[in-house]
């Protein structure tokens, strides 16, 4: 299983950036996928989830920014960031799993590389 995470790059505040995370070796339609963001010396945060049939689960500090999505048929989800605040500037990672819209990072059992993002003020 393959999880590759990208897209991330540097963006002033108030921009936007589109987050790509591409899923091989596994049946891409049966995970609910999942983005997290880590800051150096912060623990891991969960950011946002998508079901295996939609739904969506957002954490208070993106709803509203953030929007999650998936294309089942290039096994792929997306995480389109708006708003861009400094305090977003973070390593954002990828995850599969198998149970519903887990917020827990334990609960996944596949994780991308991760991508960094950088918001300057």
């Known amino acids: 299983v393959q999880l590759q995470a990208f897209g991330g790059g540097l963006v002033q505040a108030g921009g936007s950036l589109r987050l790509s995370c591409a899923a091989s070796?596994?049946?891409?339609?049966?995970?609910?996928m999942g983005w997290f963001r880590q800051t150096p010396g912060k623990e891991g945060e969960f950011v946002t989830v998508?079901?295996?049939?939609?739904?969506?689960y957002y954490a208070d500090s993106v709803k509203d920014r953030f929007s999650i999505s998936r294309d089942n048929a290039k096994n792929t989800v997306y995480l389109q960031m708006n708003s861009l605040e400094p305090e977003d500037t973070a390593v954002y990672y990828c995850?599969?799993?198998?149970?519903?819209?887990?917020?827990?990072?334990?609960?996944?059992?596949?994780w991308g590389q991760g991508t960094l993002v950088t918001v300057s003020s």
């Open positions: 995850a599969a799993d198998t149970t519903w819209m887990s917020r827990s990072a334990g609960e996944y059992d596949f």
């Open positions: 070796g596994l049946t891409f339609s049966n995970y609910a």
């Open positions: 998508i079901s295996r049939n939609g739904g969506r």
